[in-house]
């Protein structure tokens, strides 16, 4: 049974800084996060290939946010720098075990981040 638990959500006013941790149980080729405004259609954040470590970012996310992962704790990070009001979503963490680029199976819950 997959499962991704995302952690690290919350309220902070724009150009402050938040870190999304996501850990997830079994084996993963690629990793993402996602994120779902109201109203909108949800959108790829940022993604990771395991293996090689490449990344690949939304233009809208390119200089601001970080993806990582520590492989040994099976776990995903973002760090969000410089935040936005736009940046305020229901942000999702992903993964496969196979890389299809923004194309996942196994989704988490969700952590909510507000910019005031």
């Known amino acids: 049974h997959v499962q991704l638990v995302e952690s690290g959500g919350g309220s902070v006013q724009a150009g402050g800084s938040l870190r999304l941790s996501c850990v997830a149980s079994?084996?993963?080729?690629?990793m993402a996060w996602f994120r779902q405004a109201p109203g909108k259609q949800r959108e790829g954040v940022a993604r990771?290939?395991?293996?090689?470590?490449?990344?690949y970012y939304a233009d809208s996310v390119k200089g601001r946010f970080t993806i990582s992962r520590e492989n040994a704790k099976n776990t995903l990070y973002l760090q969000l720098n410089s935040l936005k009001t736009e940046d305020t979503a229901m942000y999702y963490c992903a993964k496969d075990t196979v890389d299809l680029g923004w194309a996942y199976n196994y989704w988490g819950q969700g952590t909510q981040v507000t910019v005031s």
């Open positions: 990771i290939a395991t293996g090689s470590g490449s990344t």
């Open positions: 079994g084996y993963s080729i690629a």
